[in-house]
Nanobody, 123 residues
Framework: QVQLVESGGGLVQAGGSLRLSCAAS????????MGWYRQAPGKQRELVAT???????NYADSVKGRFTISRDNAKNTMYLQMNSLKPEDTAVYYC?????????????????WGQGTQVTVSS
């Protein structure tokens, strides 16, 4: 079983920066993908960025060039560095880990979510 705990959210002015952390307890073996998602009030949860066990990263167009996803395997922690924040980045940010035992997302995969951390960007 994997548990994920996010931290680092808060209130920041537009143009500012925040770094979110996602600490994983329990071991994640094999191939997996970790990611950050966000959900603004009245909107669907959306993908922000992902990083695979091989280190490949992917970003939503809305955050490219401003956000950076990374991980520290020794600390079992994933990060999201958010720069040049905009009011439209305001949302609850969630981290997610998906195990990929077969090497791809299928019925053998398992998803784990954190509880979320609030990010509010004032104009």
């Amino acid at each position: 079983q994997v548990q994920l705990v996010e931290s680092g959210g808060g209130l920041v002015q537009a143009g500012g920066s925040l770094r979110l952390s996602c600490a994983a307890s329990g071991s994640i073996f094999g191939i997996y993908v970790m990611g950050w998602y966000r959900q603004a009030p009245g909107k669907q949860r959306e993908l922000v960025a992902t990083i695979t066990s091989g280190g490949s990263t992917n970003y939503a167009d809305s955050v490219k060039g401003r956000f950076t996803i990374s991980r520290d395997n020794a600390k079992n922690t994933m990060y999201l560095q958010m720069n040049s924040l905009k009011p439209e980045d305001t949302a609850v940010y969630y981290c997610k880990t998906s195990t990929l035992p077969s090497g791809r997302y299928d019925s053998t995969s398992r998803d784990y979510w954190g509880q979320g951390t609030q990010v509010t960007v004032s104009s």
